[in-house]
């Protein structure tokens, strides 16, 4: 019995559906990552909102130490004020190489949710407090 031509292609097309969603998946279990695989410092840029007061934006230097140990100093802006800051505390990074933070200083207390890209050269974080809506994007100082 031979395919219609409309038979071949969606057999075709559902060959490479599953071939394509199952790829990324493949290679996110082979990454391997790590709390070690966040080890050294990353230039980080923030921009956003904290709702009910206004807009925030801030650059920091964030040092991880392979172990699960992390400190961000920086400087930030809310709505117009403009404050240094120190904070400290720990992350998690998940074999899917996604991962969260909690740091404390001046007290507050930050908790946030990040993905690892670039062999873990880069960062992109999300603030997860509620009243929050603020995107990071953090890059290695030395990727080697």
Same mark, same amino acid.
């Given at each position: 019995?031979? @395919? ?16 394509? !969603? ?38 920091? @230097?964030? !040092? ?23 904070? !400290? ?19 507050? !207390? ?8 670039? #062999?873990?050269?880069? @960062? ?17 100082? #030395?990727?080697?």
């Amino acid at each position: 019995m031979e @395919l219609s031509k409309t038979a071949k292609a969606i057999s075709v097309f559902a060959i490479f559906a599953v071939a394509f !969603t199952a790829a990324p998946a493949a290679r996110a279990s082979g990454m391997g990552c790590s709390n070690a695989t966040l080890r050294g410092a990353y230039s980080d840029q923030d921009t956003g909102t904290i709702v009910g007061v206004g807009p925030f934006a801030g650059v920091n @230097l964030d !040092t991880f130490d392979g172990r699960g140990n992390l400190k961000i100093s920086g400087i930030s802006s809310l709505n117009g004020s403009v404050s240094e800051g120190l904070s !400290t505390g720990t992350y998690h990074v998940n074999s899917d190489c996604t991962g969260t933070y909690t740091v404390s200083g001046g007290g507050i !207390t930050v908790d946030a949710f990040f993905v690892i890209d670039h #062999d873990g050269n880069d @960062l992109r974080i999300v603030i997860t407090d509620p009243g929050t809506v603020i995107n990071c994007i953090a890059r290695k100082q #030395d990727p080697n």
